[in-house]
């Protein structure tokens, strides 16, 4: 079975500061895609940011940043200037034929 | 926009009772799932669909069942309700293969007693 690990099960920062999630990920294909999905207290679900296992470009947006280090299997979240608004559960995921995700991180951006 | 959305938002259900979840999209979206999540864990998922009329299992898919009769819509079964089955569940679309973002909706909490 493929497995997503987020081995930070909780972090804090302080506001405007720079946070980086972890998360690694087993697979055997070459081609697939990742996952940052943010999780506020209202649990909607809301896609940070996504990644081509083929592009060897990290993918940005905004404030949102990853590191992804194919050979190593590894994909994390870089969050610059924190805001109070970050504060939420973030999930890896991997998709393959379906979507699986870590057990997530809690972060908490504090004033 | 209504894109995914889930019916009912909240049940209390007795042990040994059934009852269906409904979802519904309307983004003409091929790929539907049905995912659960436990307190402080990541989503699990137990059955999906690739298209109307398919159904496939997922990481946890018994004790559930599932019907795709019409594109835009997805139901959850639970036939015999058990207490392990109290979670929130979440529904979800995306267009097509792997690549493609997956849409989800605002969730349907269950709690069985």
């Known amino acids: 079975a493929q497995t997503v690990t987020q081995s930070q099960p909780e972090m804090s920062v302080q506001e405007a500061e720079t946070v980086t999630l972890s998360c690694t990920y087993d697979?055997?294909?070459?081609?697939?895609?990742l996952f940052w999905y943010k999780q506020p207290p209202s649990r909607q679900m809301i896609l940070v940011i996504r990644q081509e296992a083929y592009k060897q470009q990290n993918a940005t947006e905004n404030r949102f940043s990853v590191n992804f280090q194919k050979a190593a299997k590894s994909f994390s979240l870089k969050i610059s200037d924190s805001q109070l608004g970050d504060t939420a559960m973030y999930f890896c995921?991997?998709?393959?034929?379906?979507?699986?995700f870590g057990g997530g991180t809690r972060l908490m951006v504090k004033p | 926009n209504a894109g995914v959305t889930q019916t009912p938002k909240f049940r209390v259900l007795k042990t040994g009772q059934s009852m269906t979840l409904l979802c519904a999209q309307d983004m003409n979206h091929e790929y539907m799932y049905w995912y659960r999540q436990d307190p402080g864990m990541g989503l699990r998922l137990i059955h999906y669909?690739?298209?109307?009329?398919?159904?496939a299992k997922g990481e946890v898919p018994d004790g559930y069942n599932v019907s795709r009769l019409k594109k835009q819509n997805f139901l959850l079964g639970l036939e015999s309700a058990a207490p392990s089955q109290t979670s929130v569940y979440f529904c979800?679309?995306?267009?097509?293969?792997?690549?493609?973002?997956?849409?989800f909706g605002e969730g349907s909490w269950l709690t069985v007693v």
């Open positions: 995921a991997k998709a393959g034929n379906m979507l699986t």
């Open positions: 669909s690739v298209g109307e009329g398919t159904t």
């Open positions: 979800a679309s995306s267009p097509g293969h792997s690549g493609n973002t997956i849409y």
């Open positions: 697979t055997s294909e070459n081609n697939y895609y």
